[in-house]
């Protein structure tokens, strides 16, 4: 049977190649040999998106919060990678469009366990629950969040990467609405 | 009263208009500074995220041992600045991000991204500044 294979994809932080083939989709790391797999019986929904590493397939599974995502594909790939999703496990691989505005007010939902941010009802970034390493409430609106950094071997200053250690969030939602407007009436 | 800026109008603004908008450089996860679209993109959680210049009141950078940290401050209501806040918010009550803060190994880059988030700010207040003096 036949397998199609991409190179150049990433599982989070780690660089692999996937093949979609009819038994399921698996990944594999170059090195460490770190493996995720999918089979056809189990998967539940397919979703291409912009990411910061170009296109994401994200793929749902049964029964399950369990989602798996991939970065890495280009543009050109959609055709391919949503033809074969269709071919194989006869789903539709839908676009799923994101919030581009530039802007820093939303809502929060929980979508599994991923807590999404939107804007204009569109998501503009999930955060990973588990990789929240540890979260504080300062004073009643402030809510941050400080994430676990992934063990990946030190690169050299030049290539190091950017890496996000904290988000701070403001809901003023949890105050009594008329209270903090009172002083000049 | 004012303290959220409530009864000022608010201007605004956006950074893309959709997908295909972002510009093709944005490959990994990496803060990007978009000058033509007075946006910074930051990546969180392997999401491309932008963020205009206006949503962005200023950044500050620290250096702690072998990494140096880098973090973007928004405009939020409810900011305990000292001054009288007249910022005016399309939605007060909405959440809002306040902070993201990043670090890295390489200080180079980390001071190239503050100067450039900071002029970009600049520039912006300048026009800002230029056109209300036009206006009077």
């Given at each position: 049977m036949s397998t199609t294979e991409y190179g150049?994809?990433?599982?989070?932080?780690?660089?692999?190649?996937?093949?979609?083939?009819?038994?399921?989709?698996s990944w594999k790391a170059l090195e460490g040999g770190k493996t995720v797999n999918v089979p056809a019986s189990e998967l539940k929904w397919a979703e291409w998106t912009r990411v910061a590493r170009q296109f994401q397939l994200r793929i749902g599974l049964k029964?399950?919060?369990?989602?798996?995502?991939?970065?890495?594909f280009t543009r050109q790939d959609q055709d391919s990678v949503g033809g074969l999703i269709k071919q194989h496990f006869d789903l539709n691989m839908e676009v799923k469009e994101l919030s581009w505005r530039g802007w820093n007010w939303g809502a929060t939902d929980f979508r599994g366990q991923d807590l999404v941010f939107l804007i204009g009802n569109k998501p503009a970034f999930e955060i990973p629950l588990p990789s929240v390493a540890n979260s504080n409430i300062a004073g009643k609106t402030e809510v941050s969040l400080e994430f676990i950094q992934p063990d990946m071997p030190k690169k050299s200053a030049k290539n190091a990467p950017d890496e996000l250690m904290e988000l701070r969030m403001y809901i003023p939602g949890t105050l009594p609405k008329d209270n903090d407007n009172e002083d000049d009436a | 009263g004012e303290a959220d800026g409530r009864g000022k109008e608010w201007k605004r603004f956006i950074s893309y208009k959709g997908e295909g908008a972002l510009p093709s450089e944005v490959t990994e996860p990496k803060i990007y500074i978009d000058k033509k679209a007075l946006t910074v993109v930051l990546p969180i959680h392997g999401f491309a995220v932008p963020?205009?210049?206006?949503?962005?009141?200023n950044a500050s950078k620290n250096d702690e041992a072998e990494y140096v940290y880098l973090r973007i401050n928004f405009q939020t209501p409810g900011q305990l600045t000292g001054k009288k806040e007249d910022t005016p918010f399309?939605?007060?009550?909405?959440?809002?991000?306040?902070s993201l803060t990043y670090r890295s190994l390489n200080r180079t880059r980390?001071?190239?991204?503050?100067?450039?988030?900071?002029?970009l700010k600049k520039d912006v207040n300048k026009r800002e500044q230029q056109k209300k003096e036009m206006a009077d």
């Amino acid at each position: 049977m036949s397998t199609t294979e991409y190179g150049d994809i990433w599982h989070l932080e780690e660089h692999g190649k996937l093949r979609i083939g009819s038994s399921g989709i698996s990944w594999k790391a170059l090195e460490g040999g770190k493996t995720v797999n999918v089979p056809a019986s189990e998967l539940k929904w397919a979703e291409w998106t912009r990411v910061a590493r170009q296109f994401q397939l994200r793929i749902g599974l049964k029964d399950t919060w369990r989602r798996e995502a991939f970065d890495g594909f280009t543009r050109q790939d959609q055709d391919s990678v949503g033809g074969l999703i269709k071919q194989h496990f006869d789903l539709n691989m839908e676009v799923k469009e994101l919030s581009w505005r530039g802007w820093n007010w939303g809502a929060t939902d929980f979508r599994g366990q991923d807590l999404v941010f939107l804007i204009g009802n569109k998501p503009a970034f999930e955060i990973p629950l588990p990789s929240v390493a540890n979260s504080n409430i300062a004073g009643k609106t402030e809510v941050s969040l400080e994430f676990i950094q992934p063990d990946m071997p030190k690169k050299s200053a030049k290539n190091a990467p950017d890496e996000l250690m904290e988000l701070r969030m403001y809901i003023p939602g949890t105050l009594p609405k008329d209270n903090d407007n009172e002083d000049d009436a | 009263g004012e303290a959220d800026g409530r009864g000022k109008e608010w201007k605004r603004f956006i950074s893309y208009k959709g997908e295909g908008a972002l510009p093709s450089e944005v490959t990994e996860p990496k803060i990007y500074i978009d000058k033509k679209a007075l946006t910074v993109v930051l990546p969180i959680h392997g999401f491309a995220v932008p963020f205009h210049i206006n949503a962005i009141k200023n950044a500050s950078k620290n250096d702690e041992a072998e990494y140096v940290y880098l973090r973007i401050n928004f405009q939020t209501p409810g900011q305990l600045t000292g001054k009288k806040e007249d910022t005016p918010f399309e939605d007060p009550d909405a959440t809002f991000i306040r902070s993201l803060t990043y670090r890295s190994l390489n200080r180079t880059r980390f001071d190239n991204l503050f100067a450039a988030i900071q002029q970009l700010k600049k520039d912006v207040n300048k026009r800002e500044q230029q056109k209300k003096e036009m206006a009077d």
